[in-house]
């Protein structure tokens, strides 16, 4: 299965700054790369498909990049809303797999 | 606008079967494509399988041949059942449109697995 590793486990930053999420596959995902938002006792929700395209109502400060094997989601200048847990999931091959998560915390 | 809501016992056995249900109200479940995503108690996301208003399914090897889904047309919805369950099985489940991008989730129902 494709593993997918995702840097850092935790970023710590300020209000109003910006966050750059790094998420690598162990083979290429071609654009097959979605991101999601998971806040404490909610269900995941989808932020990024085909690696850069925004879901439906997702904010413009979101904006996903990369391709292969390499990818990034980047929240332009972070809100209190923000601050959650962010994992990426590859689409290009079975099983479907998740990365570890990472957690954007207040600095 | 497309609403999941899945249910089933919070409780299970060990070596039991758990059955889970998925009720989607909004679209047809013959529409959609539907998969089922568990998180363990303070861990990420694994994805169980998905299924088809046709019955075709995938499932993640990683769970043995335990999984089994099935869609209720008549119903719109879709199951899960996982055989042979042991505490590691003990996880919020969720079902979820899409087999890609999952673009609507439900809340997700806690399931612990314990005598």
């Known amino acids: 299965e494709i593993v997918m590793t995702q840097s850092p486990a935790t970023l710590s930053v300020s209000p109003g700054e910006r966050a750059t999420l790094s998420c690598r596959a162990s083979r290429s995902v071609s654009s097959s790369l979605a991101w999601y938002q998971q806040k404490p006792g909610q269900a995941p929700r989808l932020l990024i498909y085909?690696?850069?395209t925004r879901a439906t109502g997702i904010p413009a400060r979101f904006s996903g990049g990369g391709s292969g094997t390499e990818f990034t989601l980047t929240i332009s200048s972070l809100q209190s809303e923000d601050f959650a847990v962010y994992y990426c999931q590859q689409y290009n091959d079975w099983p479907r797999t998740f990365g570890q998560g990472t957690n954007v915390e207040i600095k | 606008q497309v609403h999941l809501q899945e249910s089933g016992p919070g409780l299970v056995k060990p070596s039991e079967t758990l059955s889970l249900t998925c009720t989607v109200s909004?679209?047809?479940?013959?529409?959609?494509?539907w998969s089922w995503v568990r998180q363990a108690p303070g861990k990420g996301l694994e994805w169980i399988g998905y299924?088809?208003?046709?019955?075709?399914?995938n499932y993640n090897p990683s769970l043995k041949s335990r999984p089994t889904m099935s869609v209720d047309t008549s119903k719109n919805q879709c199951s899960l059942r996982l055989s042979s369950v042991t505490a590691a099985d003990t996880a919020v489940y969720y079902c979820?449109?899409?087999?890609?991008?999952?673009?609507?989730w439900g809340q997700g129902t806690p399931v612990t697995v314990s005598s």
């Open positions: 979820a449109k899409g087999v890609g991008g999952m673009d609507v």
């Open positions: 299924i088809s208003y046709s019955g075709s399914a």
């Open positions: 085909g690696a850069s």
């Open positions: 909004g679209p047809s479940i013959s529409d959609h494509y």
